[in-house]
């Protein structure tokens, strides 16, 4: 059984930095990609970041490149992202998910979440 947990969420103030974690169990790896998502009060859940497990190419949403960096580390079995200049509109739960299959910024193209954690950024 595939099973996703988040962690490294919290409060920081704009222009500081976090990182998040995604520990995975029950994935093959090969062949999976490895995507993190947001959503903020009221708003539709949207595509931060995506990695190819097996080669580390990423993709990332306009709104956090040259912010944000997407990582694995195989041996950890353990996803990563590092929030650098976090702005108020970073503010959001913070899902990772997995799919079999390249990257894609289709949260309905997932098939295994995370729980979420919430990444608060003060102005």
């Known amino acids: 059984q595939v099973h996703l947990v988040e962690s490294g969420g919290g409060l920081v103030q704009a222009g500081g930095s976090l990182r998040l974690s995604c520990a995975a169990s029950?994935?093959?790896?090969?062949?999976?990609?490895l995507g993190w998502f947001r959503q903020a009060p009221g708003k539709e859940r949207e595509f931060v970041a995506a990695?190819?497990?097996?080669?580390?190419?990423?993709d990332y949403a306009d709104s956090v490149k040259g912010r944000f960096t997407i990582s694995r580390d195989n041996a950890k079995s353990t996803g990563y992202l590092q929030m650098n200049s976090l702005k108020p509109e970073d503010t959001a739960v913070y899902y990772c998910?997995?799919?079999?299959?390249?990257?894609?910024?289709?949260?309905?193209?997932?098939?295994?979440w995370g729980q979420g954690t919430q990444v608060t950024v003060s102005s």
């Open positions: 029950g994935l093959a790896f090969i062949g999976y990609t």
């Open positions: 998910a997995a799919r079999v299959g390249s990257r894609t910024s289709n949260p309905d193209q997932y098939t295994h």
């Open positions: 990695i190819t497990w097996s080669n580390g190419n990423t």
